[in-house]
Structures are given as C-alpha cells and as structure tokens.
C-alpha cells in the first residue's frame, strides 16, 4: 500500500513538471469528440485553463489535452435521456465542441464550477454546490487570477537563455522553459536517449548554431531504434517547426505539444526520473572497522597448586627457599648443624639367643615361596 502510494507521488511531481501548472481539479472523465461515436474514459486533471486527459491514473503523460482559453460555453447535455446522459455536458470551444461525462451528477457540476471559473475567473452561483465547494472556487479564481496577471513570455526572451541569460530575465526565462530543455549537444542527447529509455524520449536542445532549438526523438520502427532531429526556429512570429509542412508554435511548450499530439502520444518528453531512498545509511571506512575494539571477555585465573620447594641437598628435613640472590653466602662454624654419628648396625645377639625359632621361620619362609611358585 505504501509502495503504491509512493508511485502516484512521483507521477503526480512527473506530471506537475511537464504541465509547469497547477492542480485545481481532477477525476475521471468520458469524453467523446465530434468526430468520434462512443465515449472514452480518462483520468482527467484540470491545471490552469487547460483539461489534461490521461489514459490511466498512473500514467505520466497525457495523451490530449483541451484549451479552455478558447472556451465560449458550457451546458448540460440531455440529447440521450435523463437516465443515459444524466452526468454528461457539452463543452464549446471556439474552434470544435466536444462531450463530457462524469460518474455522476454531482461531479458533473463540480467539472462545470471549475471550468467556468478558470475560464471566465468568476464563480458561476447557477450551480447545485455546496458552500464548501463555492469557498474553493473562489480560492482557485484568486489563484487563477493571480497567475494569468503575470506577462506572458516573449519569443525573443526565451532566446535569451540560449545565447547569453540576463540575471534580470533569467528566472523567467527558466519557468516558461519546458521541463525537457537540457543544454546538451546533439551526441549527449543521443546517449541520453538510448541509455534512459524510460525517462521518455523527447529532448529539446540547444541547435548546433546556438541561436535557435533541435528536438531530438528515439522511437521504434520495424522493431529497430531510430533517432530523428528536428530543427526549430525562434522567429517574430513565434516557433517555427521546419518539416514538410512548416508548424508555427507561440511558445516551446506548445512545440513540444504538437509533436505529442502528431504521433498520438508515442512521443514523451524526457524527464528525469527521481528515485527516493528508504533507509539512511552512512558508509564506513575499510580503516574505521579494523579500529573498532571488540570487547574483552572475562575469565576467572587459572589456580596451580602449590609446590613444595625441594629440601636442602644433603640436609634431610631442612628445605631449600629460593632467594633473590643466585649467589650462595659460607656459612659460618656456629651455624653449621650438629653432626650425628651413624646408627649403629643391630648386634646378632638377637638371632643367636633365638636361633631354633629363626630356623623355623626359615622354613615356613621356603615352603610359602615354594607354594606361590607353583
């Protein structure tokens, strides 16, 4: 869900630079020319004075588009019934009139609030709305207002930014620009094309006389890729389009336009894609993980147990302590131990006093030897 949300966010910012206009109004609309028989469905987004159609709510570009500054009038279209056409109006423009349907009534008159009052900047009070819906009118007719006031561009001052952009009028110039202007040369447009497929495939670009514009295509033909140039002129008049049949354009934007409209929507201009991230990590050095202390584990200490230290050579029951001092000191004639005298061996009376019982005993030592013998 959150994947999904995040995706109509990117479109709606991909939308928002390629229309340069903003969002009064959106929704799903039918809509059915003069030439058409059957209605067809788009999301559709009013921005400015103009009704974007959409082929899917995902989509990026759009597909047509409908000039309300040519608009003469709106009115609701009962031609099918009540019940069929009960959510349709027509809508007359100077140059066609074209069909509309919302998914209901209430929609339909929300659609018309919005379109008279970018149109005419005014809030129509012949409408079934509700308050709410009148205050946000009024806002977008301020907002509308606002935004009309300010001179349009001329052609001679979006030729500024190619030759040399005065600080005065550059940030001007740099609005009225479409999002699909990069001040590349014809090689890097290629490359950009062929490598970034999905950003579109539409660049407008400086010329190769820096004076005027190219506009750069990639499309498929015969499952191969072929890249067109197309060369576009700054003239009094506007932009000239040099094809077989010259097209005379009052802004870039409308260029642009036009090659959209010619290949119905093959073309795209290319846009940048933004990509979010969603975790913040921080990178470590190589040196910063072999710095790092690992902890020390605490380990009780091993217990020997105590030796004895040897007795004194030659001194029994005396033993010898180390000293600090390797070197042996003499010992002096009053700290020598007392000799003893050596035990005397035991007389043999003994043996001779008992010399009967010592026989016998001799004899039972033998026949005991002799039985273990055996």
Not at 32 to 58: H, M, P, V
Not at 73 to 90: H, L, P, T, Y
Not at 119 to 148: A, F, I, M, N
């Amino acid at each position: 869900m959150a994947a999904s949300r995040t995706n109509l966010r990117l479109v709606f910012q991909r939308r928002e630079k390629i229309t340069s206009l903003p969002l009064y109004y959106d929704g799903i609309l039918w809509k059915k020319s003069s030439r058409a028989k059957n209605f067809q469905r788009y999301w559709s987004e009013l921005r400015g004075t103009s009704i974007f159609f959409y082929c899917d709510e995902k989509e990026s570009m759009y597909t047509e588009k409908l000039d309300l500054q040519h608009f003469v009038s709106i009115e609701d279209d009962n031609s099918g019934g009540k019940k069929s056409q009960a959510a349709s109006f027509r809508l007359q423009l100077i140059n066609e009139g074209v069909k509309l349907k919302a998914e209901n009534v209430e929609a339909r008159e929300e659609w018309k609030g919005y379109i008279i009052a970018v149109s005419q900047l005014e809030v129509p009070h012949d409408l079934s709305l509700l308050p709410g819906q009148t205050l946000c009118l009024e806002e977008v007719v301020k907002q509308e207002t606002l935004r009309q006031s300010s001179a349009p561009v001329r052609p001679e001052l979006q030729r500024v930014l190619v030759e040399k952009p005065d600080s005065d009028l550059y940030d001007d110039v740099l609005t009225a620009m479409p999002k699909c202007f990069y001040k590349i040369s014809r090689n890097e447009a290629e490359a950009m094309l062929e490598r970034h497929p999905e950003n579109g495939n539409l660049i407008l670009r400086p010329s190769t006389e820096n004076t005027n514009y190219s506009i750069s295509t990639l499309i498929t033909q015969c499952s191969k890729r072929v890249l067109k140039h197309y060369r576009v002129t700054c003239e009094e008049t506007g932009f000239i389009i040099w094809v077989d049949n010259p097209v005379t354009c009052r802004s870039l934007q409308e260029v642009i336009e036009h090659f959209i409209k010619e290949t119905n929507g093959v073309l795209k201009p290319y846009i940048d894609s933004e990509v979010y991230a969603d975790k913040i990590e921080v990178s470590k050095s190589p040196n910063e993980k072999a710095n790092k202390t690992l902890p020390v584990s605490r380990v009780a200490p091993i217990q020997h147990s105590p030796v004895l230290p040897p007795e004194h050579p030659g001194i029994p029951g005396i033993t010898k302590f180390p000293t600090k001092s390797s070197r042996k000191l003499p010992l002096k004639q009053d700290d020598r131990p007392p000799t003893r005298p050596p035990p005397k061996p035991r007389s043999s009376r003994l043996f001779a006093a008992g010399g009967a019982s010592s026989d016998e005993l001799m004899a039972k030592l033998k026949e005991r030897r002799a039985r273990l013998g055996d």
